[in-house]
């Protein structure tokens, strides 16, 4: 939230609890400056804690990207080793990531492969587990 956005909502709090106060029917001995001085506390207050959701809005969504991020990496390094690896077919193989857990989908030559595919998931920095759905198809 900016300044000039927070200078406005502070502004127009101070404005309402002084109508408020003003058109209150009951009675208060307290002078102007002792309501706008509670009236601006309150303001204050409330702009506090709207910062305070903000930066919780923004720390969640930083943690979101980081593991999206985190993700994508997995997922392009699952995916070079399997083509490095002569007994696979990275284009025949579809790997998804989600919170470091990696889903190896399509096909393998024999279950020789399909069990090689898995090493090769498991062994990538930041991977908790594979969940291995590669059908094995013959020739």
């Known amino acids: 939230m ?11 709090l101070v404005a309402g609890a002084l109508t408020v106060a003003a ?12 309501k706008a001085d509670t009236a601006i506390a ?3 207050q409330k702009t506090e804690q709207a910062a305070t959701e903000v930066k919780k809005d923004v720390g969640q969504a930083v943690d979101t990207a ?20 002569k007994s696979l077919s990275a284009l025949k193989i579809d790997v ?3 919170n470091g857990r990696v889903a190896l989908h ?11 595919a898995t090493q090769l998931a498991s062994a990538v ?3 908790v587990s594979v969940d291995n759905q590669l059908q094995v198809t013959s020739k």
């Open 96 to 98: 998804d990531t989600t």
């Open 66 to 85: 980081g593991t999206k991020v985190k993700d994508g990496l997995i997922t392009s390094t699952v995916n070079a080793k399997l083509a490095a690896d």
């Open 125 to 127: 920095d930041g991977v």
């Open 42 to 44: 309150k303001a204050e």
């Open 2 to 12: 900016n300044i000039q956005r927070s200078a406005l909502i502070s502004a127009l």
């Open 23 to 34: 058109c209150d029917g009951k009675r208060d001995d307290r002078t102007v400056g002792q």
């Open 106 to 116: 399509g096909t393998a030559p024999d279950a020789t492969a399909r069990d090689r």
